[in-house]
């Protein structure tokens, strides 16, 4: 059973940085993406992310140029590295991977940017 598994996030003010790690168990076979989304509330779960098998990366114009997503295949982990945070960035962020048509996702951690 694939497990993912989330850390990193908290409190942070507003032009700080956090970084986030998610780590899949369970499983030793790579999955074609890894990415993050996030939601705050009251608001859809948005991709804020996504990284392939190959490397291409694609990002949220909200986030493009402040945040950056990077993956170790070999450990299954995906980071995302977060600068410039704002107020707005504040949500639950949420790990997911996908591999054969099927999503697997994380249990969520809270990043909250104070003003």
């Known amino acids: 059973q694939v497990q993912l598994v989330e850390s990193g996030g908290g409190l942070v003010q507003a032009g700080g940085s956090l970084s986030l790690s998610c780590a899949a168990s369970?499983?030793?076979?790579?999955?074609?993406?890894m990415g993050w989304y996030r939601q705050a509330p009251g608001n859809q779960r948005e991709l804020v992310a996504g990284?392939?098998?190959?490397?291409?990366?694609n990002y949220a114009e909200s986030v493009k140029g402040r945040f950056t997503i990077s993956r170790d295949s070999a450990k299954n982990t995906v980071y995302l590295y977060m600068n410039s945070l704002k107020p707005e960035d504040t949500a639950v962020y949420y790990c997911e991977a996908a591999r054969s048509g099927r999503s697997y996702w994380g249990q969520g951690t809270q990043v909250t940017v104070s003003s």
């Open positions: 990284i392939s098998s190959g490397g291409r990366t």
């Open positions: 369970g499983s030793t076979a790579s999955f074609d993406r």
